[in-house]
C-alpha cells in the first residue's frame, strides 16, 4: 500500500509543535493566573475536549486515496468524508440548547464525546455507507459540542480567566488536528487503514 502525504511533514509538524507549546503557555499562564489547584483538573478536562474535536474530522484527509481503493468510492463520495461534518456544523448545532435544558452541560458534553466514539468506531468498521454514517454521527457531535464547551468554560473559570482558558482550548484544537493529520497516514501503513482511523477515539 503506497500512503503519500500531502502537505509535508516537516511543515505539519512545526504547525503541530507550535500549537503544542502555545497550549503548554496558555495552561501555565492560566494555571498561575487563577492561583487555585482546584482548576487544574477542569482546565486539563477542557484540553482533553479540544483534542477530540478536530482530529476525528481530519483524519481522513491524509488517507483519502486509501479509502477510494478499498472501499471502491469515488473521488466526490470520499470528498464526503471531511465535507459532511462541516455542514453539520451548520445544521446540527441547533441541538446544544435541547441538550443543554434536558440533562446540563455536563451531561450533554459527555453525550457529545459518547458520539464522537461512537462515530469513529461505526466509520472504520465498515463499507462506504457506514463510513458516511460514522461520519454524520462525528460531525453532529462535534458541532454540539462547539456550542457546549464555552458555555462550561464560562460556568466554571472566573470570568477574568475565560480568554485565558478559551486561548488553551483553541490552540489544543490545533494540535489534535495537526496530530492526526501527521499520524494517520503511518498508522494506516503499518496496521491498515481501519485501526488508523478508529485509533483517535481513544484521545
Known amino acids: 500500500m503506497s500512503l503519500k502525504f500531502q502537505g509535508g511533514y516537516e511543515t505539519w509538524g512545526k504547525a503541530a509543535m507550535d500549537s503544542f507549546f502555545t497550549v503548554i503557555s496558555y495552561m501555565s499562564t492560566a494555571g498561575f493566573a487563577i492561583c487555585d489547584n482546584s482548576m487544574w483538573p477542569w482546565l486539563a478536562g477542557i484540553v ?7 482530529g476525528p474530522i481530519v483524519a481522513p484527509s ?4 486509501v479509502l477510494q ?4 468510492m469515488s473521488v466526490q463520495t470520499s470528498g464526503l468524508l471531511t465535507a459532511l461534518p462541516i455542514a453539520c456544523f451548520g445544521v446540527i448545532s441547533f441541538l446544544a440548547l435541547p441538550l443543554l435544558r ?3 452541560p455536563d451531561q450533554a458534553i459527555a453525550f457529545c464525546l459518547a458520539g464522537i466514539l461512537a462515530g469513529t ?3 472504520s468498521a465498515g463499507g462506504t455507507g457506514l463510513a458516511l454514517a460514522g461520519t454524520v454521527v462525528i460531525g453532529a457531535s462535534i458541532a454540539v459540542g462547539n456550542v457546549l464547551v464555552p458555555v462550561i468554560i464560562r460556568r466554571d473559570f472566573p470570568p477574568a480567566r475565560v480568554p485565558l482558558v478559551t486561548g488553551t482550548y483553541t490552540a489544543a484544537m490545533n494540535i489534535g488536528s495537526m496530530t492526526t493529520l501527521i499520524l494517520t497516514a503511518p498508522l494506516a501503513a503499518a496496521f491498515g487503514w481501519r485501526l ?6 481513544t484521545l
Open 69 to 72: 481503493s478499498e472501499l471502491g
Open 121 to 123: 468506531l461505526l466509520r
Open 48 to 54: 482533553l475536549i479540544a483534542l477530540n474535536f478536530r
Open 102 to 104: 434536558r440533562g446540563g
Open 196 to 201: 488508523a482511523m478508529a485509533v483517535w477515539c
Open 62 to 65: 491524509p488517507i483519502l486515496d
